[in-house]
């Protein structure tokens, strides 16, 4: 069974899952999530926008109880984003809420009806979910999740973390990520354990939670970044069991200032939304900052360079790739793309560049692919944002990458030739075509771009 507590048969907890002021106890998520379940059964796709809120919660559980396949939507995506989503995806309709003039049917989550309804567990090869994740060129891919790998991925974390029903989970990252979502509300729900989601992920809220009995606490780099920032929020949490951080890299002075202020050494993990988390620093082991720890329970790992392995002494560095029952199997209607990326023999090629120690322990050092942009968190690829901006009449030619940020790890910059035009004319382009978080957080306007012999734009000169 993918979600044990979401059968009526399991012990009650007032608490169960809170999402900002709202209180569900157990029973009320089955009640809530079957009576969605019975309202959407023999539907087979249904777009959810994934508002950090119980209705979100409740519109995937019923999803994952009558088996019909979840397409969680940011709930900021620009028109063409939400366009490809909806098409791609073949979502029949809108399970809740529903943008302004949708374009397909909308289907109402009541948060107060209940249905006791016993529904036959899926098959364990069902798609549970699509995730969407930008590639570098292009609008985002969509990842089909099946019950096996969700279920496989959360035992795995849930080993190498110690992770059970005495837990109660706070964060407050989005729900239409595998950090978010799939950590984050399937996973104590699997455990047992309950969740308590800040609807924004702020120092503030991450200290309420603590004092309110949280032991569990996820974050990006950047939350804890500011976390770090906040000592007095950050103290609280001293009475957590785990904090973990994942979704990009962990700078190290943050890794520090959180050891100082909270007594905790953050456990870093890493994952991709196509394999879910496959390695992880352990509760019970060493925790080395800079580095994301050992392969879970069923992760394999390997580091190539053209066609070969490569040592693993902590110094070489090669390609990233990985094996095992977490992975999705390929991208939806994208078979050369799932071709590029998922080898034959199981493996998937991450686009991870990584060393890894005679212990096992593995250090991601970058990615392969200049064009694939990680900023809060986020997997943004510039390609998108380019197509977006070349759709501007003032702009000629334009070139997007990643800057280092403290706070966000990276940040988006534009590089444009063209005609005169007001910088935030074309970041609101962008947050509007696309989602908010993909919008460039600075313009800077040239008279060419640097290009090589073959014409091409040489991205590592700019900046
Ligand atoms: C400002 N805003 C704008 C504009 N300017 N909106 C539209 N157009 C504009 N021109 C608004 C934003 O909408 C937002 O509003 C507010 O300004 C602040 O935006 P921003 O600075 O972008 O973000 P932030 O609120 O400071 O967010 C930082 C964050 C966020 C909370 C850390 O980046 C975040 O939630 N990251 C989590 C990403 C994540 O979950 N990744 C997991 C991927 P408003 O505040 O009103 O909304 S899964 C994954 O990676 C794998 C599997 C893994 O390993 O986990
Ligand atoms: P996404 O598709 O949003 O799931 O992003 C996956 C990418 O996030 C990976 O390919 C890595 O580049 C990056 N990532 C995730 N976790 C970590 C981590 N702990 N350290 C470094 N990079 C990470």
Known sequence: MLLPLLSPQAPDDPDAVVVGDIRFSREDVVGAATSVAERIRGAHTLAVLAEPSIDTVLAVLGGLIAGVTIVPVPPDSGVRELGHILTDSGAQAWLGPAPADPTIPVIPVRRYARSWHSHPEPPADATALILYTSGTTGLPKGVPLTRAAIG??????????????????????????????????????????????????????????????????????????????????????????????????????VFTSIRELTGHQIVERYGMTETLITVSTRSDGERRPGWVGLPLRGAETRLRLDGADQPHDGATVGDLQVRGPMLARGYLNRPE???????????????????????????????????????????????????????????????????????????????????????????????????????????????????????????????
């Open 152 to 253: 496989s991925g959360l035992d795995a974390l849930a080993e190498a973390w110690d992770w059970t029903h005495h837990d109660r989970l706070a964060h407050g990252l989005p729900l239409f990520h595998v950090h978010g979502l799939i950590l984050g509300v399937l996973g104590p729900l699997r455990r047992g354990g309950s969740l308590h989601h800040t609807v924004k992920p702020t120092p503030a809220a991450y200290a309420a939670a603590a004092s309110a009995g949280a032991t569990l606490f996820f974050g990006v780099p950047t939350v804890w970044h500011r976390v770090a920032d906040d000592p007095e929020s950050a103290r609280t949490l001293s009475s957590a069991r785990l904090l973990v951080s994942g979704s990009a890299p962990l700078p190290v002075p």
């Open 337 to 463: 793309a799932t071709a590029e990326s998922w080898l034959d023999d199981g493996w998937f090629d991450t686009g991870d560049v990584a060393m890894i120690d005679p212990s096992g322990m593995h250090r991601i050092v970058g990615r392969a692919a200049t064009d694939l942009i990680k900023s809060g968190g986020f997997r943004i690829g510039a390609g998108e944002i380019e197509t977006v901006l070349l759709g501007h009449p003032a702009v000629r030619e334009v070139a997007v990458v990643g800057e280092p940020d403290e706070q966000l790890g990276q940040r988006i910059v534009a590089y444009v030739v063209g005609d005169p035009v007001e910088p935030g004319v074309l970041i609101d382009l962008v947050a509007d075509e696309l989602s908010a978080h993909k919008r460039p957080r600075e313009i800077r306007f040239l008279d060419a771009l640097p290009r090589n012999a073959m014409g091409k734009v040489q991205k590592k000169l700019l900046g």
